[in-house]
């Protein structure tokens, strides 16, 4: 599974996966500007990767934050 080259935009949160269990799963090179802290958040990740992310909170270029 793979989420790539993304501009993600949302006023909930960027990438989210909760009810794990998440197996492999790649989240690379997207653009995610949130109106909340939750740029990246993957729970129960097994073997996940993520790179070249870039995250944003919405009207603000404070960086929000990434969970794996």
Do not use: Y
Not at 33 to 43: P, Q, Y
Request: hydrophobic content about 40%; aromatic content about 8%.
């Amino acid at each position: 599974h793979r989420i790539e080259t993304e501009l993600i935009q949302s006023v909930q949160q960027g990438i989210g996966a909760f009810d794990g269990p998440l197996v492999d799963f790649t989240v690379n090179g997207n653009v995610i500007r949130s109106g909340t802290w939750h740029g990246v958040a993957l729970f129960d990740a097994q073997g996940c990767t993520m790179n070249d992310n870039a995250c944003f909170i919405a009207a603000s270029s404070e960086p929000v934050h990434l969970f794996n």
